[in-house]
C-alpha cells in the first residue's frame, strides 16, 4: 500500500463527512457508530499499559508490526472517544509505519472535528495521533 491508500481512505471519509453538512449532531451519531464497528478488544490489553495518556476517557490501543505494517486495535469506555479512535484507525490502520509517520491526520481540520470537541477531547485527540505515530515509529 502506498501513501495514497491512505489518502484514498481520507477521500472517502470526507464524503462520508459532507453528506452531513453542517449539521455536528449527524456527524457526532456517525462518529459514535463507526465506534461501534470496532472489534472488540481483549480485556487483557485493557491495562494501563496501552492506555493513551492525555485523554479524558479511558482510551486503549495496541499495535502489532507484521513485515513493517501497523495493525492496530483499540477501544474506549466512552462512545465518542471511541468513534474518534475508529475513525483515526480506519485511515492507518494495516498501513505501513512509513505511511504512517508520513501522514499528516489533515482530515481532523478538513472535517472540522477539532473545533467541534471540547478542550479536554481535543487533547484527546491529539493524544491519540500522538499514541498511533509513536507506534509507527518505535516500531
Known sequence: MSQSKILEIEKEVLDEFELFGDDWEAKY???IELGKTLPTMPNQYKTDDYLIKG?????WLKADKENNV????ADSDALIPKGIIALLLKLVNHQSTDEILNYDFGIINK???QQHLSPT???GLLSMINSIKQYAQAQ
Open 121 to 123: 477531547r481535543a487533547n
Open 111 to 113: 472535517i472540522g472535528l
Open 70 to 73: 501497523l495493525h492496530f486495535m
Open 29 to 31: 451519531n456517525y462518529i
Open 55 to 59: 485523554c479524558q476517557s479511558r482510551v
